[in-house]
């Protein structure tokens, strides 16, 4: 490449300064440089000439201060000079300064990749953190159902012992019984639940009150019925053994308990209740006009008990035989003293009638 002259550099800074808007600065340089006689067609210079000659200079050395004996790929690795380091600077000098610049920019790329290194761990971090929290929750809702299923195994296991204890108890009872049964105690009835047609051959029917049944009690002590009525009677029913039949019941097998002599359809003569002692010897009634009358089992009056002012509902006496309770209409119970046949006691406390007693 051959080298530019003088006259060519004067002519390009003449054709700047013109085009710059330098006239006098201009003519001045032209006429002082003999510009005129150089020969130089001007119409072959293009427009900023001088410009793209100083550009290219300029590249020309940046690329010779980037450019190393070692270094093969200096395209991939280009660190751009400022125009002024490039005009007061020797080659040597760019290109410390592109060292300079390079190990820089490689420590800028060191601390991004450490940067980016470091966020990586504390995203690995956060991430094995998160994975953490997650399994604790996992834990927690498992212990959770699992101490839901211990709860429930638990329910379960407690209602099993509770039918198992029921079970052992009704074992239990009923190997009581048996044992009862073994022993000669009662025999409980049987019950049944089907229906059972009664043939009036095994019925036997015991005929005498005049009008409604209110009351029957077997006595303890043989075959002895108590039976009251609305007819102002009560009835000792001496039942024979054997089975079952249709009699009528001659006199020696009755004993008519009269409580009133005369008229026998008044309403306050009804018999509403009666109760044998333990032992079978005494009968106890209770009739609508509030008196309490003691016989024994031939029939006999013992005593009249006077002290109830209504109707009484309800007779019993106690396990020992020494008392006997009643019930009225007149909300109150009186305890009788069975030796004296006093009142020992009388209770006051309902506000509604006494309508059954029992000790």
Same mark, same amino acid.
């Given at each position: ?16 300064l013109?085009e ?7 003519f ?9 006689k150089?020969?130089?067609?001007g ?10 000659v ?8 940046e ?7 070692n ?10 000079? @400022? ?15 592109v060292k300079?610049?390079?190990?820089e920019?490689l420590q800028?790329?060191?601390?991004k990749?450490?940067g980016? @290194? ?6 690995e971090?956060?991430?094995?953190? *998160?994975g953490?929290?997650?399994? @604790?929750?996992?834990g ?10 211990r709860t ?6 407690e209602k099993?012992k509770?039918? @198992? ?32 047609e009664i ?6 029917v015991?005929?005498?009150?005049s ?5 029957c009690a ?13 007819? =102002?009677t ?10 079952c039949?249709?009699?009528?019941p001659?006199p020696a ?11 026998t ?5 009804d018999?509403t ?10 009968? *106890?009634?209770g009739?609508?006009?509030?008196q309490?009358?003691?016989? =024994? ?11 109830h ?7 019993k006496?106690?396990?020992k035989?020494?008392?006997?309770l ?15 046949w ?12 006494t309508?059954?007693?029992?000790w």
């Open positions: 490449m051959g080298a530019i002259t003088s006259a060519e550099l004067n002519f390009l800074v003449f054709r700047y013109q710059s808007g330098f006239v006098h600065a201009a001045t340089l032209g006429y002082e440089a003999g510009l005129h150089g020969g130089i067609d119409n072959v210079v293009p427009p900023g000439a001088l410009i793209t100083v550009q290219k200079g300029l590249q020309y050395i690329l010779e201060a980037n450019t190393d004996e270094d093969e790929e200096a395209e991939k690795d280009f660190a751009l000079l @400022e125009p002024l380091e490039i005009i007061t600077k020797d080659v040597e000098e760019l290109q410390r300064i300079k610049t390079k190990r920019r800028i790329d060191l601390d990749d450490k980016k @290194e470091k966020e990586c761990i504390i995203e971090h956060e991430h094995r953190l *998160a953490e929290r997650e399994r @604790e929750r996992h927690k809702e498992k212990d959770k159902e699992r101490e839901k299923d429930e195994r638990y329910k379960v296991e099993e509770e039918r @198992e204890k029921q079970h052992t108890e009704r074992i239990d009872k009923f190997k009581h019984e048996e044992d009862s049964l073994a022993s000669g105690g009662p025999t409980p009835m049987d019950v049944s639940t089907t229906p059972h043939l009036s051959a095994d019925v036997t015991l005929e005498g009150h009008s409604e049944v209110f009351a077997w006595s303890p002590a043989g075959s002895l019925l108590a039976s009251g009525s609305g007819d =102002s009560a009835r000792i029913w001496t039942i024979p053994d054997g089975p039949g249709s009699i009528q001659s097998s009755v004993h008519v308990l009269k409580k009133f002599k005369g008229r359809n008044e309403k306050s003569k018999v209740t009666l109760d044998w002692n333990g032992e079978g010897t005494l009968l *106890a009634t009739s609508y006009d509030g309490a009358r003691i016989w =024994s089992r031939d029939g006999e009056l013992k005593q009249t008990l006077f002290k002012k209504g109707p009484i509902f309800s007779l006496w106690n396990r035989g020494d008392c006997l009643s019930g009225s209409v007149d909300k109150t119970a009186i305890v009788w003293d069975t030796k004296t006093e009142c020992k006691q009388q209770y006051e406390f309902h506000s509604a009638p309508l059954d007693v029992d």
